[in-house]
C-alpha cells in the first residue's frame, strides 16, 4: 500500500512537472513574441531551465541563469564582433567568461550558463544582430514566468493539501 501511494505521489509530481514545463513554455513564448522577439524559443528555454521542485530553487537558479546570461552576452558583445567564428575563438571566450565568473565568486551554475550564454550568442549574433537582445530580454521573461507559475501552483496546490 505504501508503494502504491509513493508510486501516485512521484506520478503526480511528474504529471505537475509536466504541466508546469507545458504552460510556462506557451507564456513565455508568447509573451516574447509580444514584446518583439525574433527568438521567440529562448523564454520557454529559460523555464524549462530553471523550473525546479521548489519555489526558492526556482529563483536561485533563475538568478544564476540570469547572472550568466549577462556575463556571457557582455563578453561575447564586447569582443566576439571583432572576430572570426572559429572553435579556438569559442574557447577563448569561454575560459574568459569563466574566469569573470570565478573572481565574482560565482558558482559551477553560473559557469555553465555563461558557457552557454557565450557559444549561442558568439555563434547567432554573426547571423541575427538581435541575438543578444532577444536572449537577454526572453531569459528574463521565461525565468519571469517559471517563477509566477510556480508561485501560482504552489498556492493553488497548497491548499488542497
Not at 574568459?96 to 550558463?113: A, F, R, W
Request: hydrophobic letters at 50%; aromatic letters at 10%; one cysteine or more.
Amino acid at each position: 500500500m505504501m508503494e502504491l501511494q509513493k508510486n501516485n505521489s512521484f506520478n503526480n509530481n511528474l504529471s505537475f512537472l509536466a504541466w508546469k514545463l507545458s504552460i510556462g513554455s506557451i507564456i513565455s513564448w508568447e509573451l516574447a513574441e509580444l514584446l518583439g522577439s525574433h527568438h521567440p524559443y529562448l523564454a520557454p528555454l529559460s523555464v524549462i531551465l530553471t523550473i525546479q521542485s521548489t519555489m526558492g530553487k526556482t529563483i536561485g537558479l533563475s538568478i544564476k541563469r540570469m547572472i550568466g546570461t549577462i556575463i556571457g552576452i557582455f563578453v561575447t558583445v564586447l569582443i566576439a564582433k571583432h572576430l572570426p567564428v572559429e572553435g579556438w575563438v569559442l574557447g577563448v571566450l569561454i575560459l574568459l567568461g569563466c574566469y569573470i565568473s570565478i573572481y565574482l565568486k560565482l558558482d559551477k551554475k553560473v559557469l555553465h550558463q555563461v558557457s552557454l550564454t557565450i557559444l549561442f550568442v558568439f555563434v547567432f549574433e554573426h547571423l541575427s544582430k538581435s541575438y543578444a537582445t532577444d536572449r537577454l530580454r526572453d531569459s528574463f521573461v521565461g525565468v519571469l514566468v517559471a517563477g509566477i507559475l510556480q508561485l501560482v501552483w504552489f498556492r493553488i496546490f497548497s491548499r488542497k493539501t
